[in-house]
Nanobody, 122 residues
Framework: QVQLVESGGGLVQTGGSLRLSCAAS????????MGWFRQAPGKEREFVAT????????YYADSVKGRFTISRDNAKNTLYLQMSSLKPEDTALYYC???????????????WGQGTHVTVSS
């Protein structure tokens, strides 16, 4: 299995940028499809972005397409989410997650971090 720890969250103004990181340990990071999800207060956890094992494929939720970029560095066992043009509706607890298959379904991700808070002020 793999252990995941997110970092990089914080408070930012509307239009600002943040980069989230997710450090992985345990079983080989490069064998997993990785994803970012988020959960706003009172809402369900939703898909944000996913990246294939080799970084060849990426996929984004419509709400973040063109503003967020997912990437990974398998040599450093680290997943990233570069967030730009942030909006108040991006405020949420952001999770990284690992899956054995190419999917955007939350239930198909077996391993999760504890999350990092992102707050976008208006």
């Amino acid at each position: 299995q793999v252990q995941l720890v997110e970092s990089g969250g914080g408070l930012v103004q509307t239009g600002g940028s943040l980069r989230l990181s997710c450090a992985a340990s345990g079983r080989t990071f490069s064998t997993y499809v990785m994803g970012w999800f988020r959960q706003a207060p009172g809402k369900e956890r939703e898909f944000v972005a996913t990246i294939s094992r080799s970084s060849r494929l990426t996929y984004y939720a419509d709400s973040v397409k063109g503003r967020f970029t997912i990437s990974r560095d398998n040599a450093k066992n680290t997943l990233y989410l570069q967030m730009s043009s942030l909006k108040p509706e991006d405020t949420a607890l952001y999770y990284c997650a690992a899956s054995n298959e190419w999917t955007i379904r939350r239930d198909d991700y077996a391993y999760w971090g504890q999350g990092t808070h992102v707050t976008v002020s208006s």
